[in-house]
């Protein structure tokens, strides 16, 4: 099955500065990343996905890369602000099954 | 629209209890259904996945059960807790479709004692 890893698994940065989140994979049928963000005590929340036919997507401040050659795919957030702290989670979906990486826990400084 | 309503919130149980969890889905027909145990500060652990009515798969061995008696409706059991399922329990849906998200349930928070 599918298998995905993802890193670092903390990671604390200045207000202001940009973070980045990588994760990789190993089965190539998956055709589909999702990336999920969960604050505290709250259910996980997708803030950004990517299809296995686009490179690149961008949503304002986050953007998300893949690279389906070498199996990996990241989470950029720039201008990160205190509110971005929280748990983010990568996924692979090869089939039905959604495979989640261990998550990051991204803490900005004020 | 479509909502996912999980309950309880939280519950507290004692080791040797059964467990009755309960999910539903409206605004949707056919969903793919998921349950997840999330230990404090750790991953998103599948138990179980539904992709139709009587339809379960299990990804981990466990004393856990799962069923989907009707389509919106998926349920994860118990018949005894061990101190080791407490944790937070999701449920989560998506729709049939290879570039589908997955949404997820507000949780049921477990502690057993």
């Known amino acids: 099955g599918e298998n995905v890893e993802q890193h670092p698994s903390t990671l604390s940065v200045q207000e202001g500065d940009s973070a980045v989140i990588k994760c990789t994979y190993s089965?190539?049928?998956?055709?589909?990343f999702p990336w999920y963000k969960q604050e505290l005590g709250k259910r996980p929340q997708l803030i950004i996905d990517?299809?296995?036919?686009?490179g690149e997507k961008k949503d304002q401040r986050i953007a998300v890369t893949l690279n389906k050659t070498a199996k990996h795919f990241s989470l950029h957030i720039t201008e990160t602000q205190p509110e971005d702290s929280a748990v983010y989670f990568c996924?692979?979906?090869?089939?039905?099954?959604?495979?989640f990486g261990t998550g990051t826990s991204l803490t900005v400084i004020p | 629209s479509q909502t996912i309503h999980q309950w309880p919130a939280t519950l507290v149980q004692p080791v040797g209890s059964p467990l009755s969890l309960e999910c539903t889905v409206e605004?949707?027909?056919?969903?793919?259904l998921y349950w997840y145990r999330q230990a404090a500060g750790r991953g998103l652990q599948l138990l179980f996945y539904?992709?139709?009515?009587?339809?379960i798969s299990s990804e981990v061995p466990q004393n856990l059960s799962a069923s989907r008696p009707q389509d919106r409706q998926f349920i994860l059991s118990s018949k005894k807790l061990l101190l080791s399922d407490s944790g937070f329990y999701l449920c989560?849906?998506?729709?049939?479709?290879?570039?589908?998200?997955?949404?997820f349930g507000p949780g049921t928070r477990l502690t057993v004692l």
């Open positions: 989560a849906w998506s729709v049939l479709r290879s570039w589908s998200e997955q949404f």
């Open positions: 089965d190539s049928a998956s055709n589909y």
């Open positions: 990517i299809r296995s036919n686009v």
């Open positions: 996924a692979g979906k090869p089939g039905n099954q959604f495979y």
């Open positions: 605004g949707t027909s056919n969903p793919n």
């Open positions: 539904s992709v139709g009515i009587g339809q």
